[in-house]
Every structure is written in structure tokens, then in C-alpha cells.
């Protein structure tokens, strides 16, 4: 497994700025935020500056092997003329992904805005319906596209709900992201979760919580996260993806949060000492 930070640990910084401070500290992989990836978009020319960002990139010895999906989208919206809409500006962002090289791309499976009193079922369907367009997105391309699991959504919260809407679709373009933290709070469990997701778990969002909000700290700070279990069933697995943290609860100001990221190297090399 190869260790990695989510860019927006250094939200406050520009992609450049961000790329700079992650290399010089040793790291060389790094999850593409949401937040730095919409800085990119919003620069116009998708093309010219993906190319560009991943050439700087490319020179300090940094990759994004993982990127994650606008955080906001909502493919099951239940009104069908929003998710048109929605589904239409996805474009951009597996244009995005795909000359950035990024393989992983996390996506949430959306679900708000349903009534109480709706079938699942149903919910399930229309996540299939957007899913099966996103799928000739990203067709031929180096991303696929991993639904993460949630912890307050009608759907998307267990392992089996992502096999299932994963399932109609080659595994070059869909798989599965586990998140940690929303696991525990979901009254998941880490081990089972991994095992079952076998060859579809292609991403990681390292983070613990106290089990009772979402806090996205660092593993060992008095969290619930069984991270012995979770850590070995990884490895029977034999997992390959990025060790991704993603840990906002940790953000603090400068330059504290420097000797942070370089506690973080540490503790995800030494967690993932025997891979």
C-alpha cells in the first residue's frame, strides 16, 4: 500500500502550493480533493490546465493515484431535470480525472431528498440509471469510478448496497471506496466490510472518530476504529490502492500542521509496515 494525504489538508493553499508543500515534506502520492479539484476546473481550458498542473506535478515527484468526485452531487436526485443537469457538468470532472491520470475516483452515491417514505428500491434504480451514463464517461479511460460508503443516506451505507450497484458494470469502471469513520458510525464493520468488497475495494478514506460524530482524525488519537482488524484484512486481501487519509479534524494552523503531515508519513508507513 502506498501512503497518502487528501490535498485538502491544505485547503488554504493552491494546488501549486499545496503539490509544493506535500513534496517537500516526502510525500509522493496524495488523494485530488474536491475543493482543489474545482480550483482547477474554474481556470477554464480543462486540457491545457490539467496538462500543465500534471507536468508541475510530475517535477516534484508528486501523483494522484486517487481523486474524489464534487462532494455536493446528488445522482439520485429525485428530480430528474436536476439530475440531468448534474450528470452533464460530471463530464468535466472525468475529463479532469482522466489527463490527470487518476485511477480512483471517489464518488458519493447520493440518496437526499427523498421522501421518508420511499422504496429503496426505487432510489436504488435511479442511482443505476445515472451510474449506467457515468459508466460511458469513463469508459477507456484510466478512472474508475469508486462509490463510497456513506452513514446517514437511505442507501449506499453497507458493502452490500455498493456490490449491488456496482455489480451490473466492468470492474475497469466501477468499485468501491471505504471510509472508515463512516463505517463505524454506521455500525459497520471494518474486517467483514473489506473482505466482502475482496477485488472491488479500490480506494481508502483513512479515519477514526469517537463513534459518535463524523471527526476524521488520525488512527490511534482515542477512536473506535478497530484499526488491528482492519489493517490485517486489508492485507489478506492483498489491497493495492492508496492508504488515503483523510482527516480534516486534523487541520490546524502553520506550521503546526507541518509537523502533523510529517507525523501522518509516519504513522501510515508504520501502519502499513508488513503490506
Known amino acids: 500500500m502506498r501512503v497518502s494525504m487528501w490535498s485538502s489538508f491544505f485547503i488554504e493553499m493552491s494546488p501549486e502550493q499545496m503539490a509544493e508543500t506535500m513534496a517537500a515534506r516526502g510525500w509522493r502520492y496524495s488523494e485530488l480533493s474536491d475543493e482543489h479539484a474545482k480550483v482547477l476546473l474554474e481556470r477554464g481550458n480543462i486540457t491545457e490546465t490539467a496538462e500543465k498542473f500534471k507536468s508541475f506535478c510530475d517535477d516534484l515527484g508528486l501523483s494522484f493515484p486517487q481523486g474524489h468526485f464534487y462532494l455536493t452531487i446528488n445522482i439520485a436526485h429525485p428530480d430528474p431535470k436536476i439530475r440531468t443537469k ?10 479532469l480525472f482522466n489527463i490527470l491520470d487518476i485511477q ?4 458519493h452515491p447520493g440518496g437526499a431528498g427523498w421522501p421518508d417514505n420511499s422504496d429503496k428500491q ?43 450497484l456496482t455489480a451490473p458494470f466492468s470492474s475497469d469502471n466501477f468499485g468501491i471506496c471505504l471510509d472508515t469513520g463512516h463505517l463505524v458510525l454506521a455500525r459497520g464493520e471494518c474486517a467483514g466490510f473489506i473482505h466482502k468488497a475482496g477485488a472491488k475495494l479500490k480506494a481508502l478514506h483513512i479515519a477514526d472518530n469517537m463513534g459518535v460524530n463524523d471527526d476524521h ?23 493495492q490502492g492508496l492508504f488515503n487519509f483523510e482527516v480534516p479534524g486534523e487541520r490546524c494552523p502553520q506550521p503546526l500542521s507541518f509537523h502533523k503531515l510529517d507525523y501522518a508519513l509516519k504513522l501510515g508507513r508504520w501502519m502499513c509496515r508488513d503490506s
Open 217 to 239: 482524525i488520525f488512527p490511534f488519537s482515542g477512536g473506535v476504529v478497530p484499526w488491528k482488524e482492519a489493517m490485517t484484512a486489508l492485507k489478506d486481501i492483498n489491497y
Open 122 to 164: 426505487q432510489i436504488m434504480d435511479t442511482i443505476l440509471d445515472s451510474l449506467t451514463i457515468i459508466d460511458r464517461y469513463v469508459e477507456g479511460t484510466p478512472t474508475t469510478v469508486c462509490l463510497e460508503n456513506m452513514r446517514n443516506l437511505p442507501v449506499g451505507c453497507s458493502v452490500d448496497d455498493l456490490l449491488e
Open 104 to 107: 480512483a475516483g471517489v464518488l
Open 86 to 95: 448534474l450528470l452533464d457538468d460530471f463530464k468535466s470532472w472525468c475529463e
